[in-house]
Nanobody, 116 residues
Framework: QVQLVESGGGLVQSGGSLRLSCSVS????????MGWYRQVPGKEREYVAS???????NYADFVKGRFTISRDNAKNTIHLQMNTLKPEDTGVYYC??????????WGQGTQVTISS
């Protein structure tokens, strides 16, 4: 059974940093894309960043220059280094994995809170 385990959320002051991690287990197949989405209060879940198996990374405009996603294909793990955090980055961050068959899976989410 596929499992996504997220870690690294927490409370930090504005301007600080956090590092999120997500590990996927229970799959013998290559995960095509792994990434992060978030749901901030009062808004729909939105895309943050992703890393494809070939190394291509993409970012939402509102995190470019502040967040960096990295991926370890051998461990089916991704990390999201978040720097220069702002109060508006507060929300629940969800790990997402999608296989080339189109099958996708979500993590349970990890809370990120930025105090002003």
């Amino acid at each position: 059974q596929v499992q996504l385990v997220e870690s690294g959320g927490g409370l930090v002051q504005s301007g600080g940093s956090l590092r999120l991690s997500c590990s996927v287990s229970g799959t013998p197949f290559i995960i095509y894309v792994m990434g992060w989405y978030r749901q901030v209060p009062g808004k729909e879940r939105e895309y943050v960043a992703s890393a494809a198996v070939g190394g291509v990374t993409n970012y939402a405009d509102f995190v470019k220059g502040r967040f960096t996603i990295s991926r370890d294909n051998a461990k089916n793990t991704i990390h999201l280094q978040m720097n220069t955090l702002k109060p508006e980055d507060t929300g629940v961050y969800y790990c997402h994995a999608r296989w080339d068959t189109g099958y996708e899976y979500w993590g349970q989410g990890t809370q990120v809170t930025i105090s002003s």
